[in-house]
């Protein structure tokens, strides 16, 4: 055992490696930035080696603390941060959601168990009190109240000490999505119902539910106006028993509406073509639709192919486009006076994001940020004074920053918790790629060579998952992928190439090329991208083209896992964290016999029979995306073909793992099996 280990250490020490992959996974990563109503308050969450804390800052000093005491790794998250309207408390949700069991995700075994709830932390002092079990907080405009989501209902707490949480009515469905009017009289929600959805608003002083324009469609995403007087929202024609298009994707229109709560009238003011272009676009999340100021409505759509913004009056009129180009936004924010929107996306940038604003009445969009970082999440602060960011750049990890927004210099906020040994000046800096994949798609990809050079490198694909996904030329916006770029850094410094490929089916590149036709389960086009970037690092001539692995997570196993099956003569070896292998098993429902045939041939098990070459496979059994079978059954396959294969799991981690300390023993057992096969 001690002459393998050494023998491991000679390459790393040989190249001259001057960090472990405990440095570089170091740098505590920030999430869910918010600024309160007024004033220049602000808060975040950082996840410093899995120890999850918010921290606070204000203007005009913005000397950043601390605000909670969690000082372990025990794989709780902490999510939904909100002001209340005076600043003086922020309520969060801790804990992860549970999965279909009805189990709240406990990673450390823990034999108490783990829950999920709603909790209050005092800005000034760090008092913190837990309101309730359950997630999805609303507060009132008054501050006093906090309703939540429990069990598909609603329930209320007020923030004084000691109050017990009541549920506040009962309604039929499965109740969420609460927001309380602006007077605070009434709350609106979803109540979802399987095939259909009802928008719905209690009455807190009737004590009385109405539903508006209930009719057999889904509606979603409702938005008060800023005067309580209209309530939007989306609604998307009902399916009823349609299958899942399991072949061929059908359209999923969706339509602006513009209801009364008094009367309980609406009416449409806008619609999307019926084509797969008027899609819904989901990934826009709570930006498919704002209410901004001057009675417009800001919505999201990819008529024109891109992940655009499009404001339009409330009475209804012809949309106007707020970010053109060859670009999509992605994180998009409203000023407090809601006249203006400022967003983050890749316009002029393809592989990076930078801050823009623009009138919600329409404009020409003006470039806040530009050059080689990458920033994201903005958010203006209640005194319309400053703007706070989170940004990055191919060295530096993701940090909060703050800028005035009438110009000057963004400075970082809690520069002093990123470790001292974190070794940022010993990263290298990414290329950006671009080949032809063997259809002749233009596939754009980033290259980590070592940072001494040489010959005769091995090389390592990396392949992310989604796949609405991007890899950029930096510190990712995403806690998974920020995790996989450390990764990717690391096997650079011990004598790797890496391409980190942006397939077909990810996102930065138009829908188009995000809904490739024939791809994942209906043919597996995006595995040729793969192939093409073997290609690639076989032309090079400092690549090794007998010494070419591959390696991804969730989708990107499902791609790993595919490149081992079809083509061991290409790739050596493969690691595959939480990888989907049958297709037709995730995809079961309504699947006629050809649309089975075709699932089965996109997926790796059509092809174990040539499978030849070494996989190390890594999954957490509580897995709520990937089902945890998928790993069970491939390990049966491999063991009936005599597969050379590892594997590494997790008992009660879930998909994006949760404890800090599994990444790292994910990432220490894939280098090594990189190792072995590798070098």
């Known amino acids: 055992m001690k002459t393998r280990w050494f023998a491991l250490l000679i390459p790393a020490l040989a190249l001259g490696q001057t960090f ?131 069990g598909n209902q609603l329930w209320v707490v007020t923030l004084a000490e000691e109050a017990k949480p009541r549920q506040l009515f009962t309604a039929r469905g499965s109740i969420r999505s609460p927001a309380f009017s602006p007077d605070g009289r009434s709350l609106v929600f979803v109540s979802r119902r399987g095939d259909h959805s009802f928008i719905g608003v209690f009455d807190t002083a009737q004590n009385s539910v109405r539903y508006i324009a209930p009719t057999v469609d889904l509606d979603d995403y409702p938005r008060w106006s800023p005067d309580g007087s209209r309530i939007a929202f989306i609604r998307q024609p009902a399916r009823g028993s349609q299958a899942f298009a399991l072949r061929d994707p059908v359209p999923l229109p969706y339509a602006v509406m513009v209801a009364d709560p008094a009367t309980g009238l609406a009416r449409e003011i806008w619609h999307s073509e019926n084509t797969l272009a008027g899609s819904l676009p989901f990934m826009a999340e709570d930006n498919v639709l704002q209410w901004a100021a001057d009675d417009r409505l800001v919505f999201t759509s990819e008529q024109d192919g891109w992940q655009h913004l499009y404001s339009i009056p409330a009475g209804g009129g012809k949309p106007v486009l707020l970010t053109p180009g060859a670009c999509e936004f992605e994180h998009a924010s409203l000023a407090p006076d809601r006249r203006t929107i400022l967003y983050s996306s890749n316009c002029g940038d393809i592989g990076r994001r930078h801050l823009w604003r623009v009138p919600v009445a329409g404009g020409k969009p003006q470039p806040i940020t530009s050059g ?99 890899m950029l030329l930096g510190w990712h916006y995403m806690y998974y992928y920020h995790n996989t770029y450390a990764f990717n850094q690391y096997l650079a410094s011990r004598g790797y190439a890496v391409l980190s490929v942006n397939f077909r089916t990810g996102i930065g590149y138009g829908r188009e090329f995000r809904a490739a036709p024939k791809s994942g389960w209906r043919g597996a086009a995006e595995y040729q991208d793969v192939v093409a970037a073997a290609y690639y690092l076989r032309s090079r001539p400092d690549i090794n083209p007998a010494r070419i692995g591959l390696w991804g997570g969730s989708y990107g196993g499902y791609l790993t896992a595919m490149g081992l099956a079809r083509n061991s003569d290409l790739f ?77 799991v997790f008992p009660d981690e879930v998909h994006d793992f949760l404890l800090h300390r599994h990444w790292v023993q994910a990432y220490t057992a894939a280098v090594t099996f990189f190792d072995q096969r590798l070098k």
């Open 20 to 150: 472990t992959i405990e440095q570089v996974l170091s740098s505590p990563f920030p999430s869910d930035l918010v600024t309160a109503q007024q004033g220049q308050r602000v808060a975040w969450v950082f996840d410093a080696q899995g120890r999850r804390n918010i921290w606070v800052t204000e203007g005009p000093q913005f000397q950043a603390r601390q605000l909670t005491k969690y000082d372990a790794d025990d794989g709780q998250e902490i999510t939904n941060l909100q002001f209340t309207p005076d600043g003086r408390w922020i309520v969060h949700v801790r804990g992860g959601p549970k999965n279909p069991a009805g189990e709240v995700p406990n990673p450390t075994h823990d034999t108490a168990g783990a829950t999920q709830a709603v909790h209050a932390v005092s800005f000034e002092d760090g008092r913190a009190r837990m309101l309730g079990e359950g997630n999805a907080p609303a507060i009132s405009p008054a501050g006093d109240r906090v309703v939540f989501s429990r």
């Open 372 to 470: 080689e970082s990458i920033e994201w999440s903005p958010a203006v602060t209640g005194d319309a004074a400053h703007l706070v960011f989170l940004a990055s750049d191919a060295r530096q990890p993701a940090m909060p920053r703050v800028m005035s927004l009438t110009g000057g210099p963004s400075r970082t906020l809690a520069a002093s918790a990123l470790p001292e040994d974190f070794p940022s000046s010993k990263l290298v800096i990414p290329q950006q790629v671009v080949f032809k994949s063997t259809d002749g798609l233009e596939i754009h990809g980033q290259l980590f060579l070592p940072p001494q050079g040489g010959k005769n490198l091995p090389a390592v694909i990396f392949l992310h998952g989604g796949p609405p996904r991007q």
């Open 572 to 648: 050596a070896a493969g690691v595959d964290l939480h990888g989907v292998h049958d297709w037709f098993a995730r995809r079961a429902t309504g699947v006629d016999a050809d649309a089975r045939k075709l699932a089965e041939q996109s997926s790796p098990i059509s092809a174990v029979s040539s499978w030849r070459s070494p996989v190390l496979l890594i999954h957490g059994d509580d897995d709520r995306n990937v089902d945890f079978s998928q790993t069970v059954d491939l390990v049966r396959r491999l063991r009936e073909q005599k597969v050379d294969f590892e594997q590494l």
